[in-house]
C-alpha cells in the first residue's frame, strides 16, 4: 500500500484510541486508525464502565448503541469472610458492563460515518518518523505492507505495552502489586442482581463482574507468580474449586461445571505504571499507553476515555498549526496526572488491604471502610472521582 498522510495518526484501537478518534473526526480533522490486530475478540479486558463515562457516551449518542449489548449495574460491594463490609449505591446514576469485543466494532462504525477517516486493522507501528527531532510520522508493517503515515499528530494508544512509550524513552513509575489474577467466565447463577463483588476470604479475594450477555467474570487473586505453587498445593483442580465455591456458594454448579482444569483460567500479571512524561512535539500517549492501574475499582477503560475526552478538547481549542507542539500536549499530563498518580496509589493500598491476613486485617478494613463511607456521607470522597462522577466534555 502506499504511504499515507493525515491530521492525526491514532495507535491502537482500543477504547481510549477510538473515543479520541470519533470526538476529533466530530471537529473536522482528518484521522488515520490502525491496530496490530485484524478483530476485536480480545477476552479478559475491562469491562466495566462508571457512572460518569456512561453519562458522557449519552451525551455523544454513543450509548444508545452499546445499550444493548450491555449489563446495567446499580452497585459495588466488599464482603469479608460473608460480611458485607462496604457497599456504594450510585444513586440513580448506574454504570454499565460491556465486552469490549462488541463494542469497539460499534464505536468504530460511528467513526466509519465520517468521510475524514480511514482505518487499518492487522497493522503494526514499529517506528517513530522524526525531523528535526519532532515526531512527523510512523512506519507501520502487517496485512497491507510496509507503508509510512505521515501526521501532524501521532496518538500512542497502543495499550500497556505501548511501542510508542518505549520508542519515546519516557521515564516510567512502576510499582508492584502483590498479586496476579486467574480469570474465568462462568455462567451467570440466577439472582446475581446487577452488582459487583468483591469477596475476601482467608486466602485473598474474588472479583465478579457481570459480563454481557449472561455470566460472571470471575478473578481469583493469587500470590505473584505463584500459580506453580497454587498448583502444587492443589494437584486435583477439584479441591481448589471447594475453596472457591464457599466464597461464591450461589454459583456452585456454575463453577464446578467451567473448571474443569488448571487451563481452564487465564492468569494474567497485576501491575500499574504511570509515566513521568506523556508528550514530544507531534506525539502524544493515552490511556494504558501513558498509566495502567490495577483490575479492582474498575479505572482502566475509564481512565482512557477520560484522558480521550480531554485531549480532544485540547487539540480543538488549539489552532491548526500548534496542537501538536509539545507545549499544548503537555497540558494532558499536567491536567491528568495528579488523578491518575493518587488512583494508582489508591489502588495499591487498596491491593495491600485487600491481602490483609487474619484477625488485624478484617478490623483494619473495617475501619477504613467504614471512613470511606462516612466521608462519603459528608460530600468528600474518592468514590466521587472513582466513578467520574464529574467528568464533563
Ligand atoms: C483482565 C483485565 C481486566 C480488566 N478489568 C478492568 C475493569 O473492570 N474496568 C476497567 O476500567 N479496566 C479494566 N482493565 C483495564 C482495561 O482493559 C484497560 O485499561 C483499557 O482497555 C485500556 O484501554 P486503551 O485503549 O488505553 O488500551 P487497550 O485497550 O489495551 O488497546 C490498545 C490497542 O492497541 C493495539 N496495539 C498495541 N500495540 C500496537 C502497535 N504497535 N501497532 C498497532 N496497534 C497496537 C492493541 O492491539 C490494542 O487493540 C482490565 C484489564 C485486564 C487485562
Redesign the pocket.
Known sequence: MENKETDICI???????LLVAKLLLDKGYKVIL????KDFNKE?????IQPGVVNILKQLNMFESLEPYSITITNYRILDHGKVVFKYDFDGNYGICIR?SLVLPLMLKECEKHDQFSSCLG????ELIKKDDKVVGIKTKGDYGDFDIRAKLVIG???????INKLLHVPINKKQFLTD?L?INIECPKNFGNKIDIRIYDEGYVVL?PAFPNQIRMGISIKKGGIGELRKKYPDIKEFTAHIVKVVPEAQAEIISAVTAWSSFTP?SVSGMVSEKWSADGVVL????AH?VG?FG???????MKDAIILARIISQSSHSEFAEDKILDQLRELRYSEVASVHEFQLAQGRLLEMKGLLGRVIRRIIYHRITRNRKSGNNILSKLTFKDLTL
Open positions: 495507535v491502537g484501537a482500543g477504547p481510549a484510541g490502525l491496530d496490530k490486530q479478559f479486558r475491562g469491562e466495566y469490549q497493522q503494526t507501528a514499529f494508544s497502543d495499550g500497556r505495552n505501548s511501542i489474577i480469570w463482574d494474567l493515552i490511556g494504558d499507553a495502567t483490575p474498575g479505572q482502566g477503560i475509564n481512565q482512557a
